[in-house]
């Protein structure tokens, strides 16, 4: 009985993986062309694209805290699923760019705690289970892909129509949720930790020294991109769909081998490496008139991404003290998908009118990530070894 009941829930938690990327990653990959069409400028787009990050890094400190003080995730995990998905269809209702820099920003606040909320609940329960956790996240991942490939074609019949797709995915996202366990977190010991003593390490320096031009670009990129293939190139907007395919094929063979990566390979090693894919990857963009070829770099950002703060994470955790280590985590997510992401969202457009065009900005920005990594690669610094930590859980059986 228990076997059984274990393996209904692993699947209800992949079909909420599946459904939650469903609901959220639909018109992502298109929010530029959307902007666009709603009538605002390459600059107010950059604008809204370059705020979000940083409201949503607001909206994960507040409802992570709420969560602890409620002591129910699930419960503030529906909430949010809800006020969220009620938001989506005022994104229709006007456009202009007042109207729109408010309804995203507060669409961010509310839906932007629902993927580590999500990830809490699963990476848990995983490990009470003994399950591999990377198979939640393989779901999602394909959730994504099939979200993209779908809206892009929605996009080329009628921009709107991505979020029709989304309220209805929503809709199935919502009957998903209460199925799931309730998740008890356990409760940390209360310690002192400043996490500035982390800067006085020269190898953390030069880890957030050759992350910040890879998070930079991949956050440039996520404003630019669509507009760039599209009006500049001439592909039709389903080719961003298909770009993801590619993207999370390439993501999704990565996460099967990245566990053994770090284990294997030194992380200064990884972490150049990633940042010399970047380099090729923005060259071809800013040389290359193939929309094929362009496609096919495309690729490196489901490794580019995913891979640099994975890395930059676990190294982290490494050399953060125990009181630490979770508080760790949340600023080096802060630090790549929130500062420099979101930099490169907002300093794009002037950038761009900076060195006279998209290509050209990609160009720089290849050039910035190669002096970074030049850098990094030729300061003698000790990296620290690998350490392990252990987590414990408690698993209800009935989800609320």
């Known amino acids: 009985m228990r076997q059984t009941q274990a393996k209904r829930t692993i699947i209800q938690f992949m079909a909420t993986y599946f459904l939650f990327q469903m609901f959220i990653s639909g018109p992502s990959s298109y929010l530029p062309l959307f902007l666009q069409d709603r009538g605002l400028s390459d600059a107010q787009i950059g604008i809204v694209l370059g705020v979000s990050p940083f409201v949503s890094m607001a909206g994960q400190f507040i409802w992570a805290g709420v969560a602890d003080r409620v002591g129910s995730v ?9 006020v969220s998905l009620l938001i989506v269809p005022l994104h229709l209702l006007f456009g202009g760019f007042y109207y729109m820099f408010f309804i995203l920003c507060i669409f961010d606040f509310f839906y932007s705690a629902l993927a580590p909320l ?22 999602g991942s394909l959730g994504f892909l099939v979200a993209a490939l779908i809206s892009g074609f929605l996009a080329d019949l009628k921009i709107d129509y991505i979020y029709y ?26 310690a002192v930790f400043n996490p500035v003593v982390l800067l006085r390490k020269p190898s953390a320096l030069m880890v957030l020294l050759v992350v910040a031009p890879i998070m930079f670009g991949f956050g440039y990129s996520l404003s630019f991109y669509p507009t760039y293939l599209v009006g500049q190139l001439g592909a039709p907007s389903s080719y961003i769909g298909i770009g993801n395919i590619v993207s999370i094929t390439i993501e999704v063979t990565f996460l099967f081998f990245m566990d053994k990566l770090v284990d294997r390979v030194p992380i200064k090693l990884l972490l150049a490496g990633i940042s010399f894919l970047t380099i090729v990857r923005w060259t071809v963009y800013g040389l290359s008139d193939s929309i094929l070829l362009v496609l096919l770099f495309f690729g490196i950002q489901g490794i580019t991404s995913v891979a640099t703060y994975f890395f930059a994470s676990f190294y982290f955790k490494r050399i953060a003290p125990p009181e630490g280590k ?54 003698p610094v000790k990296f620290a070894q ?13 989800g609320r």
Do not use: H, W
Not at 118 to 139: E, P, T, V, W
Not at 170 to 189: A, N, S
Not at 386 to 398: N, R, T
């Open 326 to 379: 979770v508080s760790t985590q949340t600023l080096v997510s802060i630090y790549c998908y929130g500062i420099c992401r979101g930099l490169g969202a907002l300093l794009g457009a002037p950038l761009t009118q900076l060195v006279g065009g998209t290509r050209n900005a990609f160009l720089a920005i290849a050039g910035i990530t190669l002096a970074a990594l030049v850098l990094f690669m030729l300061i």
């Open 165 to 190: 797709f989304q309220v209805a995915m929503g809709v199935l996202f919502l009957v998903c949720i209460p199925l799931l366990p309730k998740v008890q977190m356990p409760k940390m010991k209360k």
């Open 118 to 139: 999500l990830d809490s609940l699963g990476i848990y329960y995983a490990q009470a289970q003994k399950f591999n956790f990377g198979n939640f996240r393989l779901m």
């Open 386 to 398: 690998q350490e392990q930590a252990d987590s414990g859980v408690q698993i209800g059986d009935e």
């Open 74 to 82: 699930n419960r503030i995990f529906f909430q949010l699923s809800v």
